[in-house]
């Protein structure tokens, strides 16, 4: 049974951090791509970051790059998400979810993503 379990969020004021954890389980990590999304509220889902199965490249959505940093270890069957300089508008809930399409790329399209976890929310707010 494939699970995926984001843990790591929490309230942190604006030039804060946090990292964020993906656990997975019921698969094989090494074979998958792995992307961040996030939710806020009364916006759509997008695509924060992502990193690929064969060589770790990796992508990032404009706004966060320079501040977000994603890694693997797949020896600990996890992915990580260091979230840095915090603003009030990477507010939302945070999503990890597993595209089977291996290789040396990554997407940020949601629908290339097949399984996903329940969301850790992450809230920036002086």
């Known amino acids: 049974q494939v699970q995926l379990v984001e843990s790591g969020g929490g309230s942190v004021q604006p030039g804060g951090s946090l990292r964020l954890s993906c656990a997975t389980s019921g698969f094989t990590l090494d074979y998958y791509a792995i992307g961040w999304f996030r939710q806020a509220p009364g916006k759509e889902r997008e695509g924060v970051s992502c990193?690929?199965?064969?060589?770790?490249?990796?992508k990032y959505l404009h706004s966060v790059k320079g501040r977000f940093t994603i890694s693997r270890d797949n020896t600990k069957n996890t992915v990580y998400l260091l979230m840095n300089s915090l603003k009030p508008e990477d507010t939302a809930v945070y999503y990890c979810?597993?595209?089977?399409?291996?290789?040396?790329?990554?997407?940020?399209?949601?629908?290339?993503?097949?399984?996903w976890g329940q969301g850790t929310q992450v809230t920036v707010s002086s």
């Open positions: 979810a597993t595209d089977p399409v291996g290789g040396n790329n990554c997407a940020l399209a949601s629908y290339e993503y097949d399984n």
């Open positions: 990193i690929s199965n064969m060589d770790g490249s990796t």
